[in-house]
């Protein structure tokens, strides 16, 4: 099972633009890397994803905004985050799965603040 380290959250204007990484501790190649959030008192709710055979996701209130990106040679899946919004407050956590196997992983999560 992968161990998974995020770090980019902190405190950003309305509008600004932030970049979230994860690294994994060991390969991602057959993983299906994603971002969660969850704000305070929210219920957990799926960002984005990028499978292992190229398909990308994106909830609907960030697609055009945010990008989802992965590096299998560095073990990381990164999140760019653009034209961000009060809403997008919430601690964001990195997800792993490998898929078929039951194989899931979490990060320790990230704050991200943006403030209006």
């Known amino acids: 099972q992968v161990q998974l380290v995020e770090s980019g959250g902190g405190l950003v204007q309305a509008g600004g633009s932030l970049r979230l990484s994860c690294v994994a501790s060991g390969s991602i190649r057959d993983m299906t890397m994603s971002w969660y959030r969850q704000a305070d008192g929210k219920q957990l709710d799926l960002v984005a994803f990028t499978s292992n055979d190229g398909r990308i996701y994106y909830e609907e209130v960030v697609e055009g905004r945010f990008m989802i990106s992965r590096d299998n040679g560095k073990n990381t899946v990164s999140l760019q985050m653009n034209n961000l919004k009060a809403e997008d407050t919430a601690v964001y956590y990195c997800?792993?799965?490998?898929?078929?196997?039951?194989?899931?992983?979490w990060g320790q999560g990230t704050l991200v603040t943006v403030s209006s």
């Open positions: 997800h792993a799965e490998r898929p078929f196997t039951g194989e899931v992983s």
